[in-house]
C-alpha cells in the first residue's frame, strides 16, 4: 500500500531531488575536471620536459666539435631524461643514448656515433610526441565525455526545476483558490458547494473537511427552514392582523418589518423599504421623519386619515438581547376616539362652568339687592340666611372657576 505523502513531504521530496541533482552535477564537475587537471599536468610534467630535453640535447651535442664545454650541458639534460622515463620503450632508448655518450666521452669521435646520437634523441622525441598526442586525445575525450555528462546532468536539472516552477505554485494554489470560492459559496448560503481535491495529503484532507462541514450546514438549514418559516409567518400573521401601526428597525436603524396598518398609515410598500435604513426613508416621506424625531417620552399625533382627523399615539420599544440593544419597536395606536371622549369632556365641563357662572352671578346679584337697605329692613334672621348664601355663591363661583381651568390644560 502506498502511503499518502504529505505536502511537507512532498515540498522536501522537491527540494531533496534539486538538490541532489545539483550536487550530482557538482560532483561530476569536479571529478572531470580533477582529471583534466590531472591529465594534463602529466602532459606537461613529463613528455613536455622530455621533450624540451631532448632540444636541449640536440643543440649541445651539434655544438661538441666547437665547444668541448657542451658535454657538461649534454649529460645534465641527460641525466634529467633518465629520471623522467615515462613511456613504453624510452628507457631502453635512453640507456642506448648514454652508451652512445660514454664512448664520446672516451674521445671517441667517429661521425657514426653522432649520428646515432642525434637518431636516438629523435626517437625519443618521437616517443614523447607520440605520447602527447594520445594524451591529448584522451583529455579531449574526457573533455568532450565530461561535456556530456554535465549536459546531461544539467538538462535534466534545468527541466526538473522548471517543472517543478510551473506545476509546484499550482499545486498550493489551485487549492487554496477552490477552498477561497467554496467559503465564499458557503458565506452565501449556499450549502450545496462541494470542492473536489484528489490529492492524499492535506489539502484532500481539508476539502473532505470543508464539504463535511457543508453537508452538516445543508442539514441543519434545511432541519430548522421549515420550522424557522413557520415561526416567521406567524409572527408576520400577529403583526399584520394588529390594530396599532408597527415598524421594526435593527441595531443600525434599518427597517426589518412593517406591517398592514402602518403601511396604509405612512403610505409606504414593504417591499421598497425593507432592509433600508430609516433615515434615508425619513427624506421623503414627512410622517416618518417625525416619528423618528423622537424625545424619549409618548408622543401623540394629529393624522389625516381619509380627509378626517385622527390621532395616534407613539411608543417606542428598544429590544434588547442579553444587555446588547438589536433593535426597536416603533408603535402607533389610534387614539382618535378616546380623543374625541376628552373633547367632549372639555365641551362639557365648560358648558357646565359658563352656565354655572351665569347662574351664580344672578344669584350674587339678587343677595346684593336683598343686602341693600332701600329695598327693605332685614332683621337678623334673614342677613344670616343671605350671608349663608352668599357665601355658597363665592364657592360656587370657586368650583366654576376650577372646571373652567380644567378645560384649558
Known amino acids: 500500500m502506498i502511503m499518502a505523502k504529505s505536502i511537507k513531504s512532498k515540498i522536501a521530496l522537491g527540494i531533496g531531488l534539486l538538490f541532489a541533482l545539483l550536487f550530482a552535477v557538482s560532483i561530476v564537475a569536479i571529478v572531470f575536471i580533477n582529471l583534466l587537471s590531472s591529465k594534463t599536468e602529466k602532459l606537461l610534467a613529463a613528455n613536455y620536459n622530455t621533450i624540451r630535453y631532448c632540444s636541449e640535447m640536440s643543440y649541445a651535442i651539434n655544438d ?3 665547444s668541448p664545454a657542451t658535454l657538461g650541458r649534454f649529460e645534465a639534460n641527460l641525466k634529467l631524461q633518465e629520471n623522467n622515463i615515462t613511456e613504453a620503450g624510452e628507457k631502453e632508448v635512453t640507456q642506448q643514448l648514454r652508451y652512445y655518450f660514454e664512448r664520446i666521452k672516451k674521445g671517441d669521435h667517429d661521425p657514426s656515433i653522432l649520428h ?10 618521437i ?3 607520440g605520447a602527447l598526442e594520445r594524451k591529448n586525445i584522451n583529455a579531449l575525450s574526457t573533455a568532450t565525455t565530461a561535456k556530456m555528462w554535465l549536459t546531461i546532468l544539467a538538462t535534466i536539472f534545468v527541466l526538473f526545476s522548471f517543472s517543478l516552477a510551473v506545476n509546484f505554485p499550482g499545486y498550493i494554489a489551485n487549492p487554496v483558490r477552490m477552498l477561497t470560492e467554496g467559503i465564499k459559496e ?10 473536489y481535491i ?10 473532505d473537511a470543508f ?19 413557520f415561526e416567521k409567518k406567524r409572527v408576520e400573521t400577529i403583526i399584520n392582523q394588529m390594530e396599532d401601526a408597527v415598524i421594526g428597525l435593527d441595531a443600525k436603524n434599518k427597517v426589518l418589518f412593517i406591517n398592514h396598518k402602518a403601511e396604509e398609515l405612512f403610505s409606504l410598500k414593504a417591499a421598497d423599504i425593507i432592509g433600508k435604513y430609516a433615515p434615508d426613508i425619513a427624506l421623503y416621506n414627512d410622517l416618518f421623519r417625525t416619528v423618528l424625531q423622537k424625545d424619549g417620552k409618548k408622543q401623540s399625533l394629529k393624522i389625516i386619515v381619509d380627509g378626517k382627523e385622527s390621532y395616534f399615539s407613539v411608543d417606542y420599544r428598544t429590544v434588547y438581547s442579553g444587555k446588547e440593544s438589536i433593535g426597536e419597536v416603533l408603535t402607533l395606536s389610534d387614539i382618535t376616539s378616546f380623543k374625541e371622549l376628552d373633547i367632549t369632556k372639555t365641551n362639557l365641563l365648560a358648558t357646565v362652568s359658563h352656565g354655572l357662572k351665569t347662574s351664580i352671578s344672578s344669584i ?3 343677595i346684593k339687592t336683598l343686602k341693600d337697605e332701600k329695598t327693605g329692613t332685614l332683621n337678623d334672621e334673614q342677613k344670616t340666611l343671605i350671608t349663608s348664601m352668599d357665601e355658597n355663591a363665592d364657592g360656587l363661583t370657586q368650583i366654576a372657576s376650577e372646571l373652567m381651568n380644567m378645560t384649558q390644560k
Open 116 to 125: 646515432e646520437i642525434n637518431q636516438k634523441i629523435y626517437d625519443i622525441y
Open 198 to 207: 484528489d490529492n492524499k495529503d492535506e489539502f484532500g484532507e481539508m476539502a
Open 364 to 366: 350674587k346679584t339678587g
Open 211 to 229: 464539504n463535511l462541514m457543508a453537508t452538516k450546514l445543508y442539514e441543519y438549514e434545511h432541519s430548522n427552514v421549515s420550522k424557522i418559516m
Open 186 to 195: 458557503i458565506a452565501q448560503r449556499n450549502y450545496e458547494k462541494r470542492i
Open 127 to 129: 616517443i614523447n610526441q
Open 64 to 66: 661538441i666539435n666547437t
